[in-house]
C-alpha cells in the first residue's frame, strides 16, 4: 500500500478538479466542518463561560468543576455519537449535542480555574477603591484570565473538531466522510487526503488559538510566569 | 598545634559573564579539629568558598586541598561523602523520614542495617532529638528539629570536615541561640574540622575558634580568634564590619575567671551592726554582704540595720543572682545592670563567695587598646 | 428503539463483552506503557537541556491536536489494519500529558534538596532516580492517569481500524450486527473502566507519596 505510486495518487486527488467543487468537494466539506465545529463551540461557550465565571467569581458550587471535569474525561466522545444518533436519529442535532457536551467541561474549568486564580489583592484593592461587581469581573478577573480562557476554549475546539470528524462515521458531513468514504471504498489515496486535511484543519485553528493567547498574555510579567498559570490544561483532556 | 586540614592556596573563582572574580587569590589553611567561620557581607563570596572545597563549584584558579590531597584530584561523589554539608534551608529529602534522612550517607557507602540504625540513634540522642521523631516526614517538624536533623546527617557518616552554611539563619533568634549552643556543645566533643558561613557577626564570635572577615570580590580582610578580631580590628573595613559594639561583643568571649575580682564589702553574720555601717561608709557601696564559712547569706544595707545590734539580726536579703566564674563578662554584664545592688556577685557552684564585679571593672576590660 | 434495551441479548453476551473489556484494557495499559516508556528519557533529557522543551513540546502537541480519525487514516495506508496503527495513534495522543507532568514534576524538585543531595556524594544517576524522580512521582502519576483515561476514550475510536474493544460494541451495535444495546455496553463499561482507572491511579499517587499527605510540603 505504501509503494511509492501512493503519494502520487495522493497528489493526484488533491490536484482533481472533482474533488473541489460541488456538495461535496473540499471547500464544501471543510464548510460544514467549521459550521458545525462553530455552532457547537458557541452553544458550549455560552453555557460554560458564564457558569465558569459565576462560580470562579463567587467561589460558590466549586464542586460542580471537579465533577464536571470527571465526567468530561471518561466520556468517550464515540460512544456519546453513536448513542445520540441511534436514540434523535441521523441529522446534525445529535452531533452538535455530542460536541457540546465535550466542549463544556474544558471551557468550564479553564474559565472557572483562570478567574479564581486572580490575586485576591487586587480585588480588595478595586472593591477597596468602589468598583461594581461587574467591574471587579469585567476589568480585573477577565483580563488576566483571557489566557487561561481561551487555553480551555482551544482543547474545546480541538476536542469538538475531532469529534466531528467522527461523526463521518453516524452518517455526518465534513472532511470526516472523505475518511470513511475513502475506508468503505478501499481508497486509500482519499482516506488519506481526507486526514491530512482534517489535521491541516485543526492544526490551523489550534494554531491560530496560540496566537491568541500569546496576543491577550500580559507583558509585564517574565516569560515564565504565566506558562504555568495555563497547567490547568492538563486537567482537561480529549476523548476524541 | 594540629595539622592543617584544609588548605587554600591563591583560590579564584570567576564566574561566567561576571565582571570581577566572586573569589580573588584567596588563601587560608583551617587547622584539624579547628572552627573557622567565613563571614562577611553579601557578595564577599564566601559561600563560593565554602561550596569550592566540597566541588560544588569548580574553582577557577589555584588548589583546594583537604587533608593533604588535592581536591580537583578526587572524584568529587567520593569527596562529598566525607565532607558533611549542612545549608540554610536544610534540604532534607521529603519523601524520605526522619531516620532515613539521617542515614542517607550510611546508606550511600551501603552500611548494614544494624550499624545503620544503631548510628541513627545515637545521632538522635546526640542532638536531642526524640525517638519518636524518627518515623515522621520532614513536613512534620519544626524549624529547629529541622536544623538538628540536618546536622544529624551530616554528621552520620563521622566526615572529618563540615560545612556549614548559614545553617541558622532561617530559625527564630532563641532557637538559633539554643542551636548555636548545642554546636559548640558537640564540637566541644567531636572536635570536627568546621567551616562555617554566615552573615552574621554574633554568631561567628560565639561559634569560632577562628573567623576570617571576606570583603566583597573574596578579599581576606583579617583572619584570627574572634576576641583578637574585636580587639584589634585589622583596617576600618573589618572595624566596620565588627559593629560599634566590638567592645561589648568582645565582653562575651571573656570569662569572669580570666580577670581578677574586687573583694568587696563582707562582713560576718556575727559582726556588730556599727562597724558594717562604717564598712558601707568606707567602701561606698551602701551594703555589706553577709558570709557565714565562705557561703553567702545574702545582703543588707543601712535601713535594714536601723535598730538592730548585730548583722544577723537584719535578716539579710537574698541576691538576686550569682554570676560563676565560668560565665562570661557579658553575663555579667547583664546581672549588674539588673541587680539592685549595681555589682555583680561571683559565687562558684556551691554559694561560697569569690568576690564581686563592678562596672567599673568591666569597663576597664571594654576599653580596648587600638 | 427497544433494541437499545434489549437486555436479555446482554445478558448472554456477557462473553463477549468481557473479551472486549480486555482488549480494552490491554490496548491501553500497551499504550501508556509504551507512552511511558518513550516520555520519561524524553523528559529527563529535556529537563537538563532546557531549549529542547519548547520545540519537544510543539511536537507532541501537534500530534496531540491532530483528530484520533484522522491520525489513524494517515497510518492506515503505511501501517494497516489492526494493533500496529492503533498502538501508534494512542501513544502518540499520551505524549504531551506524560511530558509535560514529567518535566513539571522534575521542575518542582526544590534546588535546596538537589544542592545538599549533591553536596553529601550523590552521584547525577543516584540524584536522578533516589531523589529527583521520587519526588516527581505525584505529578508522574497525575499524568499517567490523566494519560490512562484519555487513551480509555481513544481506544473506542480504534474500532473503526479494526481494533477499539468496547468501542467495536459501539460500532457494532450502531452497525446493527449487534443490537443496539450494545452501543450502550460499550458506553457503560467504558466509562466505568475509566473512573476505575482514576480512582486506583489517585490512590497509587497517595501510596506512592506518604510524605506529602501530610502538613504542608518542603523543609
Redesign the interface.
Known amino acids: 500500500?505504501?509503494e511509492p505510486g501512493?503519494l502520487a495518487e495522493v497528489v493526484e486527488w488533491f490536484t482533481d478538479p472533482v474533488n473541489w467543487s460541488g456538495s461535496f468537494g473540499v471547500p464544501a466539506r471543510t464548510l460544514e466542518h467549521l459550521q458545525i465545529t462553530a455552532a457547537a463551540m458557541a452553544i458550549a461557550a455560552g453555557i460554560a463561560l458564564p457558569v465558569g465565571m459565576y462560580i470562579g467569581h463567587r467561589r460558590r458550587f466549586e464542586f460542580l468543576i471537579v465533577s464536571v471535569g470527571?465526567v468530561g474525561?471518561?466520556?468517550?466522545?464515540?460512544?456519546?455519537l453513536?448513542?445520540f444518533?441511534?436514540?434523535m436519529g441521523l441529522g446534525e442535532a445529535p452531533i452538535v449535542l455530542t460536541m457540546t457536551l465535550l466542549a463544556i467541561p474544558p471551557i468550564l474549568i479553564n474559565t472557572y480555574v483562570g478567574v479564581q486564580a486572580v490575586d485576591p489583592d487586587a480585588l480588595e484593592a478595586a472593591r477597596g477603591m468602589g468598583t461594581t461587581e461587574l467591574g471587579v469581573l469585567g476589568r480585573i478577573e477577565l483580563p488576566l484570565a483571557a489566557r487561561v480562557i481561551l487555553a480551555g476554549l482551544r482543547i474545546a475546539t480541538?476536542q469538538v473538531?475531532?469529534t466531528a470528524?467522527?461523526a463521518?462515521?453516524?452518517g455526518g458531513g465534513g472532511l470526516?466522510r472523505y475518511?470513511v468514504d475513502?475506508?468503505a471504498g478501499g481508497d486509500?489515496a482519499q482516506?488519506?487526503s481526507?486526514?491530512?486535511l482534517?489535521?491541516a484543519l485543526?492544526?490551523a485553528i489550534?494554531g491560530t488559538f496560540l496566537l491568541l493567547q500569546r496576543l491577550v498574555t500580559p507583558r509585564t510579567t517574565s516569560s515564565g510566569a504565566p506558562a504555568e498559570v495555563a497547567?490547568p490544561v492538563?486537567?482537561t483532556?480529549?476523548?476524541? | 598545634m594540629a595539622d592543617t586540614m584544609i588548605s587554600l592556596r591563591d583560590v579564584t573563582k570567576r564566574f561566567p559573564g561576571a565582571a570581577r572574580p566572586a573569589v580573588d587569590r584567596l588563601s587560608l589553611d583551617i587547622e584539624e579539629g579547628q572552627t573557622v567561620v567565613l563571614v562577611g557581607p553579601s557578595g564577599c563570596g564566601k559561600t563560593t568558598t565554602m561550596k569550592m572545597i566540597n566541588r560544588l563549584i569548580e574553582p577557577s584558579g589555584g588548589t583546594i586541598e583537604v587533608d593533604g590531597t588535592d581536591v580537583m584530584r578526587q572524584d568529587p561523589v567520593r569527596l562529598r561523602r566525607r565532607i558533611g554539608y549542612v545549608i540554610q534551608s536544610i534540604g532534607l529529602l521529603p519523601h524520605r523520614t526522619v531516620a532515613q534522612n539521617i542515614a542517607t550517607v550510611p546508606t550511600l557507602e551501603g552500611w548494614d542495617r544494624a550499624r545503620t540504625d544503631a548510628r541513627v540513634r545515637e545521632l538522635a540522642g546526640m542532638l536531642q532529638l526524640d525517638e519518636e521523631l524518627l518515623p515522621r516526614y520532614p513536613a512534620e517538624l519544626s524549624g529547629g528539629q529541622r536544623q538538628r536533623v540536618g546536622v544529624a546527617r551530616a554528621l552520620a557518616a563521622d566526615p572529618p570536615v563540615m560545612l556549614m552554611d548559614e545553617p541558622f539563619a532561617a530559625v527564630d533568634p532563641i532557637v538559633r541561640a539554643r542551636l548555636q549552643d548545642q554546636l559548640v556543645g558537640l564540637q566541644r566533643r567531636l572536635r570536627k574540622t568546621i567551616v562555617f558561613v554566615t552573615h552574621d557577626i554574633d554568631e561567628a564570635i560565639v561559634l569560632a575558634d577562628r573567623i576570617a572577615i571576606l570583603n566583597i570580590g573574596g578579599i581576606l580582610e583579617q583572619y584570627g580568634p574572634p576576641e583578637e578580631i574585636l580587639r584589634a580590628p585589622a583596617n576600618a573595613f573589618v572595624e566596620d564590619f565588627v559593629g560599634p559594639e566590638r567592645g561589648l561583643k568582645r565582653l562575651a568571649l571573656i570569662t569572669v575567671s580570666d580577670i581578677e575580682l574586687e573583694e568587696g564589702p563582707v562582713v560576718g553574720p556575727a559582726t556588730p551592726a556599727e562597724d558594717a555601717r562604717r564598712m558601707m561608709k568606707e567602701t561606698g557601696f551602701g551594703w555589706v554582704a553577709v558570709i557565714e564559712d565562705r557561703v553567702i547569706r545574702g545582703w543588707v544595707d543601712e535601713p535594714m540595720l536601723e535598730g538592730k545590734d548585730r548583722v544577723e539580726d537584719a535578716s539579710p536579703r537574698k541576691f538576686g543572682a550569682y554570676v560563676t566564674p565560668a560565665d562570661s563578662l557579658r553575663k555579667a554584664l547583664d546581672s549588674i545592670v539588673a541587680s539592685r545592688t549595681n555589682v555583680a556577685v561571683v559565687a562558684d557552684r556551691n554559694d561560697r563567695y569569690l568576690g564581686i564585679l563592678t562596672l567599673e571593672r568591666i569597663s576597664r576590660e571594654i576599653r580596648v587598646p587600638s | 428503539m427497544n433494541e437499545l434495551f434489549d437486555w436479555e441479548w446482554a445478558s448472554t453476551h456477557l462473553d463477549l463483552f468481557a473479551r472486549q473489556l480486555g482488549q480494552h484494557v490491554s490496548l491501553t495499559l500497551l499504550a501508556v506503557a509504551i507512552g511511558l516508556l518513550i516520555a520519561l528519557p524524553i523528559s529527563i533529557y529535556v529537563h537538563r537541556h532546557r531549549r529542547l522543551y519548547g520545540p519537544v513540546t510543539a511536537v507532541a502537541g501537534v500530534l496531540y491536536s491532530i483528530p484520533s480519525l484522522a491520525l489513524f487514516a494517515l497510518l492506515l495506508p503505511f501501517t494497516g489494519l489492526g494493533t500496529d496503527t492503533a498502538e501508534i495513534g494512542l501513544v502518540s495522543y499520551t505524549l504531551l500529558i506524560l511530558i509535560r507532568n514529567t518535566v513539571v514534576g522534575l521542575d518542582g524538585v526544590p534546588p535546596d534538596v538537589k544542592e545538599t543531595a549533591r553536596g553529601m556524594g550523590y552521584d547525577d544517576r543516584q540524584l536522578l532516580w533516589r531523589v529527583e524522580i521520587p519526588l516527581a512521582l505525584p505529578v508522574i502519576v497525575a499524568g499517567v492517569r490523566l494519560a490512562t483515561v484519555t487513551t480509555i476514550g481513544l481506544v473506542t475510536v480504534t474500532a473503526f481500524i479494526g481494533k477499539g474493544g468496547l468501542g467495536f460494541l459501539m460500532l457494532a451495535g450502531f452497525r446493527n450486527l449487534f443490537p443496539e444495546v450494545a452501543v450502550l455496553v460499550g458506553l457503560v463499561l467504558s466509562v466505568a473502566l475509566a473512573v476505575l482507572a482514576e480512582g486506583l491511579l489517585l490512590a497509587g499517587q497517595r501510596v506512592l507519596a506518604p510524605w506529602s499527605r501530610k502538613g504542608v510540603a518542603g523543609a
Open positions: 500500500m505504501s501512493f470527571n474525561r471518561a466520556l468517550p466522545s464515540f460512544g456519546l453513536l448513542l444518533v441511534i436514540a480541538v473538531i475531532a470528524t467522527l463521518a462515521v453516524a470526516g475518511i475513502g475506508f486509500d482516506l488519506f481526507g486526514a491530512v482534517v489535521a485543526a492544526l489550534d497547567e492538563l486537567v483532556t480529549r476523548g476524541g
